[in-house]
């Protein structure tokens, strides 16, 4: 079983509104991942992190979605205001070492927004 | 732009089959292939990796790499029904630093 905990597994949001959820991850491992897998099974990178500074991140990203992993807290990405292309499985990784290296996923929070 | 692609996009099997899934990419720089299996409502989990060209083989899973044609393969010998999931597989770009991913091959082992 996956030791990387995600919470909530379902969140439902209205059009505007904040959606946040939160990662724990695998203890030891320094780097975090967070992708969305759309519908179509897409896995669309959004951003990483080692320890508590961001690696790499998409351009959307750097628009409504922020996302922080803070030292002894769950790492957490935050919608600021979800539009119903958000919609989607948000899938939270870890790693050892980066992106050679096993990623390590949580089951996922998944985002209706409505 | 980077690109992964699989195929098929999916496939049914009968129990106790060969099973080959394939994976393309498109930057001969690429360093490291995975594959990943994500059960329905489940986490993705890692199957097997490798770096360099040849085969690699873990109980009933097989890896094969050529990168001077772009191609990576996973072969599951003797499906089961409990390998019925969505294949993906996933290959670093660039400097290496970021993995991109394929859609995903849905695979069905009826008993």
């Known amino acids: 079983n996956s030791k990387v905990i995600q919470t909530p597994r379902y969140l439902v949001k209205g059009q505007g509104q904040k959606a946040k959820m939160r990662c724990i991850p695998e203890?030891?491992?320094?780097?975090v991942f967070w992708y969305q897998q759309n519908k179509n099974n897409e896995f669309k990178f959004l951003i990483n992190?080692?320890?508590?500074?961001?690696?790499?991140q998409i351009d959307m990203t750097e628009k409504r979605f922020s996302a922080e992993c803070p030292s002894n807290s769950p790492c957490s990405l935050e919608i600021q205001s979800s539009e119903a292309g958000d919609s989607a499985l948000y899938l939270c990784?870890?790693?050892?070492?980066?992106?050679?290296?096993?990623?390590?996923f949580g089951a996922g929070t998944r985002l209706s927004v409505l | 732009q980077q690109k992964v692609q699989q195929s098929p996009e999916s496939l049914i099997v009968p129990e106790g089959a060969m099973t080959s899934l394939n994976c393309t990419f498109s930057d001969s720089a690429s360093q490291y292939f995975a594959w990943y299996r994500q059960h329905s409502g489940k986490a993705p989990k890692a199957l097997m990796s490798i770096f360099s060209n040849g085969e690699k083989e873990e109980g009933r899973f097989t890896i094969h790499l050529n990168k001077a044609s772009l191609h990576f393969s996973l072969h599951i010998r003797d499906s089961q029904p409990s390998d019925s999931a969505l294949y993906l597989c996933a290959v670093t770009v660039g400097d290496n630093s970021k993995l991109i991913w394929g859609l995903g091959t849905s695979l069905v082992v009826n008993p």
């Open positions: 990784a870890s790693s050892l070492s980066g992106s050679q290296n096993t990623l390590y």
């Open positions: 203890k030891g491992h320094p780097v």
């Open positions: 992190f080692q320890n508590q500074e961001v690696l790499q």
